[in-house]
């Protein structure tokens, strides 16, 4: 599934991140920014060891931001590595910060002027974040980026399995007509 917000794409997609091509490839990663598993296992796996080298010079990453590294063997120009809040009951800042994790994740790839992001679902795994309210933040956050970000050209959302790849496609219709996009030929 894919929309048009002016010039840029929004796309879902289901697959392995780690096989992704774009300039830039997002890793859920942890705040001490030391590997882990699901994304972050699969990243560090696919990309080699020159990326973990540089995440313990960097040496950690609050909660809700995120720092880019090279992306050794990866089809990518860098890994943004940004870490969401581990879910508690929702009332912890939990919305926020994932909200910023993926606003951070986004400003920084714009900023060394990448054009393409492929990002997973971040808080969604370990950390437990419920896959519906994440799926309406990571959207919405991603579209009103895009909005005002026309110098990147598509976000790429990769979900693992086609439960989750349905989740996000129900929060993009659900956004879509609040956000009056620009849907292709309707301008
Ligand atoms: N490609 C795409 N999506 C994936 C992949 C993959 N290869 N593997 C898992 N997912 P998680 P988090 C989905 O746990 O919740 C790590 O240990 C998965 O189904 O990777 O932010 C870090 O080091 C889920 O929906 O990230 C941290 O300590 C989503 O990606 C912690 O886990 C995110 O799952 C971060 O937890």
Do not use: W
């Not at 313990?56 to 909660?63: A, E, N």
């Not at 800042?93 to 920084?108: D, I, M």
């Amino acid at each position: 599934m894919k929309i048009s917000i002016g010039t840029s794409t929004l796309e879902l997609a289901e697959g392995d991140i780690s096989k992704q091509q774009a300039d830039a490839i997002v890793n859920a990663a942890n705040a001490q920014l030391s590997g882990g598993g699901g994304v972050d296992g699969a990243i560090h796996r696919a990309g080699g060891p020159t990326i973990m080298a540089e995440c313990r010079k960097i040496g950690g990453c609050p909660t809700g931001q995120a720092v880019a590294t090279n992306a050794g063997m990866l089809e990518a120009e860098k890994v943004i590595h940004a870490v969401g809040p581990v879910y508690s009951d929702g009332s912890q800042g939990e919305p926020e910060l994932l909200a910023s994790a993926y606003e951070h994740a986004f400003s920084l790839a714009a900023e060394l002027g990448l054009k393409t992001i492929a990002t997973p679902s971040l808080g969604t795994g370990a950390y437990g974040y419920p896959m519906e309210d994440a799926a309406r933040i990571a959207v919405s956050t991603a579209i009103d980026f895009l909005r005002e970000n026309p110098g990147v050209e598509r976000i790429r959302f990769v979900l693992m399995g086609s439960e989750a790849l349905n989740v996000y496609r129900r929060a993009l219709e659900e956004a879509a007509p609040t956000q009056r996009l620009k849907l292709p030929g309707h301008d």
